[in-house]
């Protein structure tokens, strides 16, 4: 890949500096091409560089870019297509009533959101399903998407190689339907993955090497978990994730369901069996992880293994609430995920950030609670380590230039103390309609809360008319409605003793 031709210094000036390791007052940083150079006082660096270019002033908070470290970018989101939060199991079924959107197009408008909130990286779980051409050729529009909007991405595909109804026991639940809507299970939905796990492989290998010199594309594994792909393609995704030096991210214990199915299916809990299989290490993360046991948390540290916190898809979802604090008490690696499931529909980095500051504050003095600063690190510096990645999630000499400059005027409205953290005071208060310019990599990607690599009106306007045209999916909404009280009581019946199953987990929180 050709290297751009050195571009003069520039600066970017700010009331507050949050570097991930201090604050700044009326500070700056020194950028050039893509990487920071130094920080200082704003009267020192200005006076060292009098003609660079200046961003930013004495009105605006600067902050390393958010790390947002479990997500599907998704476009239009499950509420506005008529699909209504419940648990897991029943709401991934209950997903096939989804319209389809263009790839390119919903990830830009997904990009987009996470750019107005700050986000500067992201790692995408995506779904690929169908022909080797038809799932490359969904890769490669998301990934065009991601080119075209700046944001810096470790796109992790996947594929679902079984337990297309409930976990494991497709063949059962089916033979227990009624005749006519066990027969119209099979004529509308996918039982079968048409895509070899030979051609996944191919795929997504061919993508992590094509991708391997890109200034801000990473393409990792992204098996959507251990239920839905078999352990010998587990293997060989660690295997290969391995050789060619990229990362694995899937889904594991987020639902209590996924809980039961260690005992059930493995006699032992799921990530034992991972680790079992040999496939955690430094490059696995698991996103969820809601039902962690004790000697599961003491696992993921020997290994290395990281976790995704993602607080408000498992409360939309009614998974539960993950052991935060056992996590980092443990010296587990956590950074922080919006899962495309915020809890108010909008993609808020800062609304995540204050719900996992707020959801783990345990009742009694003298007990753990995160901080702000705890969490902040989880969306920053967690993160990087999640993704392997040494020079992001910090404002530091030698890091890349993802900035992100928040305005400071109704945070600190209409009057703020000179003893007030300023750190504490910006996550508390800022929205992301606060977020007025991110750069990633020194290109400005949002400029006055827009993007500047599209027109995002012109993408939701054309998403609106794609989804207008889109074929009508009023047999499939008709069968999630009529199918999913016998999934959820199937699921049911895996609860043997009648006790309250959050007693345990409240218990070791």
Not at 39 to 58: F, Q, T
Not at 110 to 123: E, I, N, R
Not at 249 to 259: A, C, D, I
Request: aromatic share 8%; proline share 6%.
């Amino acid at each position: 890949m050709k290297t751009s031709p050195m571009t003069a210094v520039q600066l970017v000036r700010g009331r507050w500096i949050f570097t991930g390791d201090e604050t700044l007052s009326d500070g700056a940083i020194a950028f050039q091409n893509d990487t920071i150079l130094e920080l200082d006082s704003w009267e020192a660096l200005r006076a060292k560089y009098p003609d660079a270019n200046v961003h930013g002033s004495s009105q605006f908070a600067i902050l390393p870019g958010f790390i947002n470290a479990h997500h599907h970018s998704n476009g239009v989101p499950n509420s506005l297509q008529g699909v209504d939060d419940d648990f897991l199991e029943p709401w991934l079924f209950a997903n096939t009533a989804l319209r389809s959107q263009d790839p390119t197009l919903k990830t830009l408008f997904s990009a987009a959101l996470l750019l107005q909130s700050g986000v500067t990286t992201v790692l995408d779980v995506a779904s690929i399903s169908g022909t080797p051409e038809a799932s490359t050729n969904n890769l490669k529009g998301r990934l065009r998407a991601y080119e075209q909007a700046g944001l810096r991405v470790a796109l992790a595909p996947g594929a679902n190689y079984s337990s297309f109804l409930v976990h494991y026991e497709d063949d059962a639940f089916l033979a227990s339907l009624p005749d006519s809507l066990r027969q119209q299970v099979n004529t509308l939905v996918p039982l079968q993955q048409t895509l070899s796990p030979e051609d996944y492989l191919s795929i997504i290998s061919d993508l992590v090497i094509n991708y391997q010199s890109h200034p801000h594309i990473d393409v990792w594994f992204g098996p959507p978990g251990p239920q839905w792909v078999s352990d010998d393609l587990m293997i060989k995704i660690a295997e290969t994730a391995r050789s060619l030096n990229t990362g694995i991210q899937t889904h594991v214990v987020e639902s209590f369901y996924e809980k039961l199915m260690g005992p059930r299916f493995y006699d032992k809990s799921v990530i034992a069996h991972l680790h079992e299989l040999g496939v955690l290490s430094p490059r696995f993360s698991i996103a969820h992880g809601v039902w962690l046991t004790e000697s599961d948390i003491e696992i993921l540290a020997e290994t290395g293994a990281s976790v995704s916190h993602n607080p408000s898809s498992n409360l939309r979802l009614r998974a539960g609430i993950a052991p935060l604090n056992s996590l980092l008490e443990a010296g587990v690696t956590v950074g922080l995920g919006m899962d495309g499931t915020t809890l108010g529909d909008d993609e808020d980095m800062f609304a995540e950030i204050r719900l996992a500051a707020r959801l783990h504050r345990t009742p009694q003095i003298n007990t753990p609670a995160p901080s702000f600063t705890d969490v902040f690190h989880m969306a920053t510096t967690g993160g990087a380590r999640l993704l392997m990645q040494q020079k992001i999630g910090k404002l530091a000499p030698g890091y890349k230039a993802d900035l992100v400059l928040v305005k400071c005027d109704r945070i600190t409205y209409p009057w703020i103390a000179p003893e007030a953290n300023p750190l504490h005071v910006v996550l508390m208060r800022a929205h992301a309609a606060d977020v007025d310019t991110v750069f990633v990599n020194g290109k400005i990607v949002l400029q006055d809360g827009q993007p500047t690599g599209f027109d995002l009106q012109a993408v939701g306007q054309e998403i609106a008319n794609q989804m207008d045209a889109a074929a009508n999916q009023q047999k499939n909404r008709a069968l999630v409605a009529e199918l999913l009280p016998y999934l959820k009581q199937w699921y049911a019946n895996w609860t043997m003793p009648k006790l309250n199953p959050y007693a345990t987990f409240n218990s070791r929180v």
